[in-house]
């Protein structure tokens, strides 16, 4: 009887292509080294040919083991939507759920969101991974993921989305800024102002910057950084001004007493809050019920 590769000897394939790393990909998929290593040499001698160059700087996958990761790819999808399948049959929102959330939401929305879920529905796991929107996007087409909650639009392929609601973006400045304050504060204003940013790569970069119709020659960046927090203390050493989005300040632990936050006099000065899910996944109920919370859980924080 002839053998054939097994789901785990196809994840770790994958995984090393993924990492370019033996050792980084055995973390990812929490094995050994040696372990990892043994899989994609038992897959080797099961499909009779070699897929991996190896020496000691690098890893090249041979010209049918890019073919073969492909393929891989596709059946391990393939297998996530099976597993989804039978998890669709259950009652909504119970069992395990693998959400990827953006760094711009994570720590504002899902602290009060999972307390809430934790409560209507104890048999509900969610397991969360923060992370960029681009990694994010590429994780849930690996069937690493199966729903995001992020910022809209962002291109993406065989995918649908949910959009939830606005995330105003606020002004955040010293206090004795000529911005600070402002009764009718507009997108015009920031022209030529020091604008600190979150670097490449933040879609809340991209979205405010689009919001505020601003182009690279509108403003000057002082300043780059990877987080919130640290935008906001340089804020609150008179370095620049920064684009806040307004859940960060409604969570209340991001903005110290050394920052003014002023709001936009015009509208559609915001950001989309969606959630992002492959096209073909037989969850789509649930993840739209997943949507509904959401939006439930809003209005009733804001009518508090």
């Keep these: 009887m002839s053998r054939h590769p097994t789901i785990k000897q196809l994840r770790y394939l994958c995984a090393v292509v993924e990492h370019g790393h ?40 041979t010209g049918l083991g890019e073919d073969v ?20 049959s259950a009652d909504p929102l119970s069992g395990r759920l ?12 899902l602290p009060g969101l999972l307390k809430a879920l934790r409560k209507d529905y104890p048999s ?29 639009p962002f291109a993406a392929e065989r995918v ?15 206090p004795d800024h000529a911005l600070a304050n402002r009764n009718a504060l507009a997108t015009d204003d920031l022209q ?26 509108d403003f000057r960046v002082p300043y780059q950084a990877t987080s919130l927090t640290t935008v906001v203390q340089m804020v609150a050493s008179g ?4 684009l806040l989005p307004k859940m960060a300040v409604d969570a209340g632990a991001l903005v110290p007493a050394e920052v003014c936050v002023t ?6 000065v915001s950001r989309d809050i969606g959630l992002m899910w492959r096209r073909k996944t037989p969850r789509r109920a649930e993840f739209h019920l997943l949507g509904d919370y959401i939006l439930k859980q809003r209005e009733l924080n804001q009518s508090a």
């Design 160 to 174: 649908e989305t949910m959009r939830l609601f606005d995330d105003d973006f606020l002004l955040a400045s010293p």
């Design 239 to 242: 370095i620049g001004v920064t």
């Design 22 to 61: 033996f050792g980084r990909a055995a973390r990812a998929c929490h094995v050994s080294q040696s372990t990892l290593s043994a899989g994609i040499l038992e897959l080797e001698e099961v499909l009779g040919v070699s897929l991996i160059e190896r020496n000691n700087r690098s890893l090249v996958l």
């Design 263 to 268: 709001p936009f006099s015009q509208a559609d």
């Design 124 to 152: 509900f796991t969610p397991f969360i991974r923060e992370d960029l929107t681009k990694a994010l996007i590429e994780a849930l087409h690996r069937g690493e993921l199966d729903i995001l909650l992020l910022a809209l």
């Design 192 to 217: 030529d102002q020091e604008l600190l940013l979150l670097e490449d790569g933040h879609c809340l970069r991209d979205h405010a910057l689009e919001a505020c119709k601003l182009r690279g020659t």
């Design 98 to 109: 693998r959400l990827g959330v953006i760094p711009t939401i994570a720590p504002f929305l």
């Design 69 to 88: 990761v492909t393929r891989a790819r596709s059946m391990l999808r393939d297998v996530e939507d099976l597993v989804d399948l039978c998890q669709a």
